[in-house]
């Protein structure tokens, strides 16, 4: 709307008033002047008063356009409501054509889909799982778009191909693992053992090798290097997962947990039992004889580790791969496919750690015990989360056992040797076979020091490990000690019953001292048996040599009234009766022989301790009969048939002695 203006005529008139004050003042230069400013002050009103009629005239003519343009305005309103209304109309033509669009995208995209899946994964397995995401993707869309009249429709007939497609995947799932789970072979399962852990006859029994040396395989298998074979080729892992998340994403984790575990449970248990391993109870267990079952230890212990190393760990490799981001299954699987062979490898080892208690099973323990504490930790790294947390506990379970069974199987052995009641004496006095034994048996408990002290912490922690087993070793000393006592009570000559008791606790002795017991036992323990020995030495010595020397003594040789005696020895044989003298020779001949024909069937094993007895007897003996031949032998010489008398020489004495302890039958 135009607004008008008027120009007013008083301010003009003001305006020519002031000029003409400002400039009286000023001087008048001439008449002429004066008059011609008064011709320029009328021709300016003049001219303002055209002006304002103008102005006057403008503002009646912009007064009527405004009155024009307001009345035009009027009559244009409804058609510009009507070009709105059309225009707005364009525009959702324009959407709904859009919108009509995107819904047959969609269902040409559902066609197309939809044509795939009917023809099954089988051809193109790619191609299937992408027509699975496109379904998914129409069924999101058409839930989330209700203005369209059809959508419940379409999204019931989209769930129902969806289900049949899930169901053909499933089937594939199963085909799939199923032609790629094969049972590994055994030759191929020793190839991926480090070289020292390789079986030579590619046996099942040879892989065991000799259940003595199990300790041995266990410190070089500690540091060994295995590599776990590939279960299923690398290029159709990546199917596999895809087929599982499709799986999981339509609601389908159960039927994917059922499918995997089924068929992989039963290759795993098949690798195991194409190796060896076999399930045993307690009864099957008491009814193999001991040989028969030291043997299946062994091979257990290297199936374990081949289990555990290699089957299990690339089980879990596929697992891991399999279901990579699918959190809820890949420990469960895990766990469901082992569960079941974990359980055959550990019922044997359970059988054994509840069989009939006896000392040559405690060895085994330890190298079962050993080979448990050896995987302990790979166990717990396999069988992490909580679905794997019974298996854990299973395999704890049975190292807890085996170490209770072994350290009462400890016990056990201590109590049998202190009341070991075998009747059969060794005649010789040699060492006796519980001796060698036992000494045998602590031999072989220090090649498992290190075991040992870590079954001694599983019961008592902070205790000082070495000096456990010193203790248990001092104590199993000392029954045997104590058992070789009373068992040479059984010898009816108080000679052979130390010569027995010097035998073997000497035996004792040397063993120490050629082994690691020394160093646990101590020199005090060393210097005190030696102390012992040469006790019982030196009580040989008296019992069997103190009468036959008292023939070779000087008491009671001369008689009441000195007849008899002879003379010619310079005094020597002053005194002596001839007859007593013919009498002690003749004991001593028969005493000595007695003795030589007896202990030269007693036994002293060891060379140094032979000789060493030997050698003392002789340094009591000879010296004295050379005396008592010396001093006395003429009387006999002189007489008749002095040979009857003085059988032997000193050297021939000394040979002699040289036979004694030869074990001669």
């Given at each position: 709307?135009?607004?008008?203006?008027?120009?007013?005529?008083?301010?003009?008139?003001?305006?020519?008033?002031?000029?003409?004050?400002?400039?009286?003042?000023?001087?008048?230069?001439?008449?002429?002047?004066?008059?011609?400013?008064?011709?320029?002050a009328?021709?300016?009103?003049?001219?303002?008063?055209?002006?304002?009629?103008?102005?006057?005239?403008?503002?009646?003519?912009?007064?009527?356009?405004?009155?024009?343009?307001?009345?035009?305005?009027?009559?244009?309103?409804?058609?510009?409501?009507?070009?709105?209304?059309?225009?707005?109309?364009?525009?959702?033509?324009?959407?709904?054509?859009?919108?009509?669009?995107?819904i047959?995208?969609?269902?040409?995209?559902?066609?197309?889909?939809?044509?795939?899946?009917?023809?099954?994964?089988?051809?193109?397995l790619?191609?299937?799982?992408?027509?699975?995401?496109?379904?998914?993707?129409?069924?999101?869309?058409?839930?989330?778009?209700?203005?369209?009249?059809?959508?419940?429709?379409?999204?019931?007939?989209?769930?129902?191909?969806?289900?049949?497609?899930?169901?053909?995947?499933?089937?594939?799932?199963?085909?799939?693992?199923?032609?790629?789970?094969?049972?590994?072979?055994?030759?191929?399962?020793?190839?991926?053992?480090?070289n020292?852990?390789?079986?030579?006859?590619?046996?099942?029994?040879?892989?065991?090798?000799?259940?003595?040396?199990?300790?041995?395989?266990?410190?070089?298998?500690?540091?060994?290097?295995?590599?776990?074979?590939?279960?299923?080729?690398?290029?159709?892992?990546?199917?596999?997962?895809?087929?599982?998340?499709?799986?999981?994403?339509?609601?389908?984790?159960q039927?994917?947990?059922?499918?995997?575990?089924?068929?992989?449970?039963?290759?795993?248990?098949?690798?195991?039992?194409?190796?060896?391993?076999?399930?045993?109870?307690?009864?099957?267990?008491?009814?193999?004889?001991?040989?028969?079952?030291?043997l299946?230890?062994?091979?257990?212990?290297?199936?374990?580790?081949?289990?555990?190393?290699?089957?299990?760990?690339?089980?879990?490799?596929?697992?891991?791969?399999?279901?990579?981001?699918?959190e809820?299954?890949?420990?469960?699987?895990?766990?469901?496919?082992?569960?079941?062979?974990?359980?055959?490898?550990?019922?044997?080892?359970?059988?054994?750690?509840?069989?009939?208690?006896?000392?040559?099973?405690?060895?085994?323990?330890?190298?079962?015990?050993?080979?448990?504490?050896?995987?302990?930790?790979?166990?717990?790294?396999?069988?992490?989360?909580?679905?794997?947390?019974?298996?854990?506990?299973?395999?704890?379970?049975?190292?807890?056992?085996?170490?209770?069974?072994?350290?009462?199987?400890?016990?056990?052995?201590?109590?049998?040797?202190?009341?070991?009641?075998?009747?059969?004496?060794?005649?010789?006095?040699t060492v006796?076979?519980?001796?060698?034994?036992?000494?045998?048996?602590?031999?072989?408990?220090?090649?498992?020091?290190?075991?040992?002290?870590?079954?001694?912490?599983e019961?008592?922690?902070?205790?000082?490990?070495?000096?456990?087993?010193?203790?248990?070793?001092?104590?199993?000393?000392?029954?045997?000690q104590?058992?070789?006592?009373?068992?040479?009570?059984?010898?009816?000559?108080p000679?052979?019953?130390?010569?027995?008791?010097?035998?073997?606790?000497?035996?004792?002795?040397?063993?120490?001292?050629?082994?690691?017991?020394?160093?646990?036992?101590?020199?005090?323990?060393?210097?005190?048996?030696?102390?012992?020995?040469?006790?019982?030495?030196?009580?040989?010595?008296?019992?069997?040599?103190?009468?036959?020397?008292?023939?070779?003594?000087?008491?009671?040789?001369?008689?009441?009234?000195?007849?008899?005696?002879?003379?010619?020895?310079?005094?020597?044989?002053?005194?002596a009766?001839?007859?007593?003298?013919?009498?002690?020779?003749?004991?001593?001949?028969?005493?000595?022989?007695?003795?030589?024909?007896?202990?030269?069937?007693?036994?002293?094993?060891?060379?140094?301790?032979?000789?060493?007895?030997?050698?003392?007897?002789?340094?009591?003996?000879?010296?004295?009969?050379?005396?008592?031949?010396?001093r006395?032998?003429?009387?006999?010489?002189?007489?008749?048939?002095?040979?009857?008398?003085?059988?032997?020489?000193?050297?021939?004495?000394?040979?002699?002695?040289?036979?004694?302890?030869?074990?001669?039958?």
């Amino acid at each position: 709307m135009l607004r008008t203006h008027t120009l007013s005529t008083p301010k003009i008139k003001n305006y020519s008033h002031n000029f003409f004050q400002r400039n009286m003042g000023v001087p008048i230069l001439a008449a002429a002047a004066k008059d011609n400013l008064s011709d320029k002050a009328a021709m300016m009103r003049d001219s303002l008063h055209k002006s304002q009629s103008i102005t006057d005239k403008m503002v009646s003519i912009l007064g009527s356009f405004d009155h024009r343009l307001s009345a035009l305005e009027t009559a244009m309103r409804p058609t510009q409501i009507r070009t709105h209304a059309i225009r707005r109309a364009h525009e959702n033509i324009d959407k709904t054509l859009k919108a009509a669009n995107v819904i047959l995208d969609r269902f040409d995209l559902s066609r197309e889909a939809e044509a795939k899946i009917l023809r099954g994964p089988h051809e193109d397995l790619e191609g299937y799982l992408d027509s699975i995401e496109q379904l998914r993707s129409n069924i999101r869309f058409f839930t989330n778009n209700k203005s369209f009249k059809s959508s419940d429709g379409v999204v019931s007939h989209a769930n129902n191909l969806l289900s049949k497609a899930i169901s053909k995947l499933e089937h594939e799932f199963k085909q799939l693992l199923s032609s790629y789970s094969k049972p590994v072979e055994p030759d191929r399962l020793y190839e991926c053992l480090p070289n020292s852990l390789r079986p030579s006859s590619g046996s099942p029994e040879a892989s065991g090798k000799n259940p003595s040396n199990s300790h041995t395989d266990h410190i070089t298998a500690e540091n060994a290097v295995y590599n776990p074979p590939v279960l299923i080729p690398p290029r159709v892992l990546p199917l596999l997962h895809d087929l599982a998340q499709h799986m999981v994403q339509a609601g389908h984790a159960q039927q994917c947990l059922i499918i995997y575990r089924d068929t992989r449970s039963q290759v795993l248990q098949e690798s195991l039992h194409q190796l060896g391993v076999e399930k045993l109870s307690k009864d099957d267990v008491q009814k193999i004889q001991w040989e028969v079952l030291e043997l299946k230890i062994g091979t257990w212990i290297h199936f374990m580790r081949i289990a555990v190393k290699l089957l299990f760990a690339a089980e879990r490799k596929v697992c891991d791969q399999m279901f990579e981001g699918i959190e809820s299954l890949k420990d469960q699987c895990f766990a469901e496919v082992t569960r079941g062979s974990v359980a055959m490898l550990l019922s044997f080892g359970d059988a054994i750690a509840k069989s009939k208690r006896s000392p040559e099973k405690l060895f085994v323990l330890l190298d079962m015990y050993e080979i448990m504490r050896e995987l302990h930790s790979e166990i717990e790294t396999l069988f992490s989360g909580k679905a794997c947390k019974e298996i854990r506990e299973a395999a704890l379970g049975l190292t807890k056992r085996l170490a209770q069974t072994a350290k009462e199987t400890f016990g056990d052995f201590e109590e049998a040797v202190e009341k070991d009641a075998t009747r059969t004496a060794v005649a010789d006095g040699t060492v006796h076979p519980l001796t060698s034994y036992v000494i045998n048996y602590v031999k072989f408990l220090f090649d498992y020091q290190s075991t040992l002290k870590q079954l001694f912490q599983e019961f008592e922690r902070g205790d000082d490990s070495n000096s456990q087993l010193a203790s248990v070793t001092m104590r199993i000393m000392q029954a045997l000690q104590t058992n070789l006592e009373g068992k040479s009570k059984q010898y009816k000559d108080p000679a052979l019953t130390n010569l027995f008791l010097m035998n073997n606790i000497h035996y004792m002795v040397r063993s120490v001292r050629r082994s690691e017991a020394k160093d646990l036992l101590g020199d005090d323990w060393v210097q005190r048996h030696r102390r012992i020995v040469q006790q019982h030495a030196n009580q040989y010595k008296r019992n069997a040599w103190t009468k036959i020397l008292q023939c070779l003594s000087i008491q009671g040789l001369t008689s009441s009234g000195g007849g008899g005696s002879a003379g010619g020895d310079g005094g020597n044989s002053s005194g002596a009766s001839r007859a007593l003298v013919k009498d002690r020779l003749k004991i001593f001949n028969l005493q000595f022989e007695e003795l030589h024909q007896r202990q030269s069937q007693w036994t002293v094993p060891d060379s140094e301790l032979r000789e060493s007895l030997r050698l003392a007897v002789a340094e009591v003996l000879l010296p004295a009969y050379r005396s008592f031949i010396k001093r006395f032998g003429v009387l006999v010489e002189n007489g008749k048939t002095p040979h009857k008398y003085i059988r032997y020489s000193a050297d021939d004495l000394d040979r002699m002695l040289g036979e004694f302890f030869e074990g001669k039958t």
